[in-house]
């Protein structure tokens, strides 16, 4: 089984107005809320991480952040 078909369950709790406004974006595109959550979540792994998303990867180098600003 690939990392990527593994499964583990989110538990989140948003507006039931922002939930009723996504279900139906999700539908519009025919896609569902899970599809789009884990398409949104490769996609801030790979801003975050600095490259794209790769399945047999188990962890993320964190970009490395400026400390401090630049120095004189």
């Not at 794209?52 to 180098?61: A, L, N, S, T, Y």
């Given at each position: 089984?690939s990392?990527?078909?593994?499964?583990?369950?989110?538990?989140?709790?948003?507006?039931?107005?922002?939930?009723?406004?996504f279900?139906?974006?999700?539908?519009?595109?025919?896609?569902?809320?899970?599809?789009?959550?884990?398409?949104?979540?490769?996609?801030?792994?790979?801003?975050?991480?600095?490259?794209?998303?790769?399945?047999?990867?188990?962890?993320?180098?964190?970009?490395?952040?400026?400390?401090?600003?630049?120095?004189?």
């Amino acid at each position: 089984m690939s990392l990527e078909s593994r499964t583990a369950r989110l538990t989140i709790l948003i507006d039931p107005r922002k939930k009723a406004i996504f279900e139906r974006l999700c539908a519009e595109e025919d896609a569902t809320p899970s599809q789009v959550v884990r398409r949104l979540l490769r996609n801030y792994i790979g801003q975050r991480s600095g490259h794209p998303w790769r399945p047999g990867e188990h962890h993320v180098k964190k970009r490395r952040e400026p400390f401090g600003g630049e120095s004189s």
